[in-house]
């Protein structure tokens, strides 16, 4: 007897580089949403996606129909599996998640722009940051303590668990975190000014099992030659004071001063 397929086909680039195909990637693969998937080179993607738009899903209850766009993915996501959490079920936190979401998704662009994702990468040395790369990473990190504080205050006041996560269990907004908070592994960003609670929630997440499965998936394409872009590995080649290597698989995140 055949098995039927799953509704879901996601298509996107390879993830040890790609912080958008990770996002949905995390959010599947947390809530574990029956789905197949496909990843495919950068240098391929006109051949599976004429407007150059990767990741997409396919539904097949919805005749092929593709949803493009990380959020946009996340959303239909939500909407079809009203039973499991993809965003927080109490109002206020959920109106909270979908904000800091939103500004993820749109907003950041120093950092994105000057930090490429390489999940595996680690840059030492004169790594150059920007004011506005300064000025966001502050914002980034007060951003998560914000999310944590708030998320405590309004759990404890409505008698709920909080697991940790931004907006209490795990959510599409931590999905959508994830890739910079690797960012900040990546290149070595500076930490100084993260509280207690922003840090909890890094641990947390760096701790979680599927982040530990999907970060060994990473070193898994990695050794497949076909998975490199060539261009996103040490980026800061023939600058000396700046020495690319890759962290060890077995890599664990320690709160800085302890």
Same mark, same amino acid.
């Given at each position: 007897?055949?098995? #039927?397929?799953?509704?879901?086909?996601?298509?996107? /680039?390879?993830?040890?580089? =790609?912080?958008?195909?990770?996002? $949905?990637?995390? $959010?599947?693969?947390? *809530?574990?949403?029956?789905?197949?998937?496909? *990843?495919?080179?950068?240098?391929? $993607?006109?051949?599976?996606?004429?407007?150059?738009?990767?990741?997409? !899903? #396919?539904?097949? =209850?919805?005749?092929?129909?593709?949803?493009?766009?990380?959020?946009?993915?996340?959303? *239909?996501?939500?909407? =079809?599996? &009203?039973? !499991?959490?993809?965003?927080?079920?109490?109002?206020?936190?959920?109106?909270?998640?979908?904000?800091?979401?939103?500004?993820?998704?749109?907003?950041?662009?120093?950092?994105?722009?000057?930090?490429? /994702?390489?999940?595996?990468?680690?840059?030492?040395?004169?790594?150059?940051?920007?004011?506005?790369?300064?000025?966001?990473?502050?914002?980034?990190?007060?951003?998560?303590?914000?999310?944590?504080?708030? /998320?405590?205050?309004?759990? @404890?006041?409505?008698?709920?668990?909080? #697991?940790?996560?931004?907006?209490?269990?795990? =959510?599409?907004?931590?999905?959508?975190?994830?890739?910079?908070?690797?960012?900040?592994?990546?290149?070595?960003?500076?930490?100084?000014? @993260?509280?207690?609670?922003?840090?909890?929630?890094?641990?947390?997440?760096?701790?979680?099992? $599927?982040?530990?499965?999907? /970060?060994?998936?990473?070193? #898994?394409?990695?050794?497949? &030659?076909?998975?490199?872009?060539?261009?996103?590995?040490?980026?800061?080649?023939?600058?000396?004071?700046?020495?690319?290597?890759?962290?060890?698989?077995?890599?664990?995140?320690?709160?800085?001063?302890?």
């Amino acid at each position: 007897m055949a098995t #039927e397929q799953p509704d879901i086909h996601f298509i996107g /680039t390879y993830t040890r580089y =790609s912080s958008w195909t990770s996002r $949905v990637e995390a $959010v599947l693969e947390y *809530f574990k949403i029956p789905h197949t998937r496909q *990843f495919i080179k950068l240098s391929d $993607v006109k051949t599976v996606s004429p407007s150059g738009y990767v990741p997409f !899903l #396919e539904c097949r =209850s919805l005749g092929g129909t593709r949803i493009c766009d990380s959020l946009a993915i996340c959303e *239909f996501l939500a909407e =079809s599996n &009203p039973e !499991l959490p993809l965003w927080p079920r109490d109002r206020q936190l959920r109106a909270l998640a979908r904000s800091a979401t939103a500004q993820m998704h749109s907003g950041f662009s120093a950092i994105r722009n000057s930090f490429s /994702t390489n999940f595996l990468a680690h840059y030492t040395g004169n790594v150059p940051i920007s004011e506005e790369a300064h000025k966001e990473i502050q914002k980034m990190l007060s951003l998560w303590d914000t999310a944590r504080k708030g /998320t405590k205050e309004r759990l @404890a006041a409505l008698g709920e668990a909080d #697991e940790g996560f931004l907006f209490g269990g795990f =959510s599409i907004a931590d999905a959508f975190f994830w890739p910079v908070l690797t960012r900040f592994r990546t290149y070595e960003l500076p930490l100084d000014s @993260a509280s207690e609670d922003a840090l909890a929630w890094m641990a947390k997440m760096w701790n979680e099992p $599927v982040f530990k499965g999907l /970060t060994h998936r990473y070193y #898994e394409q990695a050794k497949d &030659p076909e998975t490199r872009i060539e261009h996103y590995d040490d980026i800061f080649r023939g600058q000396d004071d700046i020495h690319y290597g890759q962290f060890p698989e077995d890599w664990t995140f320690s709160v800085p001063g302890k």
